[in-house]
């Protein structure tokens, strides 16, 4: 197993185009969270998702994204319509969910720089 | 009340010294407290962690220190090295397990 792997590792675009980006877990993960990160920042949580099911997403993430997991593996987030201030790493990470701790595996990232 | 809050944003210390870390909650639904190395261009990766049940976790050079009745919990890397020069988050989540939510991340630098 490799790890957790996104794609692509590096995105510009230009203000106003749709983007997406795949994230694909650890294979016997079945949870499997998305991250947003800026410059000296935390990773700050905009959604995950339990198999197919997408149990949680951040009050702060605006309908312009949209994320899926539609066979409970691998997961696209897209961003609509991209705006500067959407220019971040966005994170993915994975875990094996079960009462207690909740350990993350994290991806190395897909930056985007939106022009 | 989901807050986590991180001190100092950044840390210089000699090769050898003793970096300490803090974090602070308030939410005491939380149950669940990692730290977490990021290195540039890499994604954050699981460092140790702890649960309230216990004051204190060490693994290695590591040692988490934790205060349930203060809220707050904190990193030690004893004998640090150049190596460990990194990002430090620490996070939090409940028993429903879930999201992780970060602290604002501390930039360690161990000098030579």
């Known amino acids: 197993d490799t790890g957790v792997s996104q794609d692509p590792r590096h995105k510009i675009t230009k203000r106003g185009q749709n983007v997406t980006f795949r994230c694909d877990p650890i294979?016997?993960?079945?949870?499997l969270y998305w991250y947003r990160q800026t410059l000296g920042q935390g990773p700050e949580f905009l959604t995950y998702?339990?198999?197919?099911?997408?149990?949680?997403k951040s009050r702060l993430l605006s309908d312009r994204f949209s994320a899926e997991r539609p066979k409970g593996s691998f997961s696209t987030l897209e961003i609509q319509r991209t705006e500067q201030g959407d220019s971040a790493m966005y994170l993915c990470?994975?875990?094996?969910?079960?009462?207690?701790?909740?350990?993350?595996?994290f991806g190395a990232g897909s930056r985007l720089t939106v022009l | 009340q989901q807050q986590v809050k991180q001190s100092p944003q950044s840390l210089i210390v000699q090769k050898g010294g003793i970096p300490i870390i803090n974090c602070a909650y308030e939410?005491?639904?939380?149950?669940?407290f990692p730290w977490y190395q990021q290195f540039p261009g890499k994604g954050p990766a699981l460092l140790i962690a702890?649960?309230?049940?216990?004051s204190e976790k060490k693994e290695g050079r590591f040692t988490i220190s934790f205060n349930k009745s203060a809220k707050q919990f904190s990193l030690h890397i004893m004998d640090s090295q150049p190596g460990d020069s990194a990002t430090y988050f620490c996070?939090?989540?409940?028993?429903?397990?879930?999201?992780?939510?970060f602290g604002q991340g501390t930039e360690l630098s161990v000098k030579p």
């Open positions: 939410n005491t639904a939380f149950d669940y």
């Open positions: 996070a939090a989540s409940g028993s429903a397990g879930g999201k992780l939510i």
């Open positions: 998702f339990q198999n197919e099911a997408q149990l949680e």
């Open positions: 990470a994975s875990s094996f969910a079960y009462s207690g701790a909740n350990v993350l595996t």
């Open positions: 294979s016997e993960h079945n949870r």
């Open positions: 702890i649960r309230p049940d216990v």
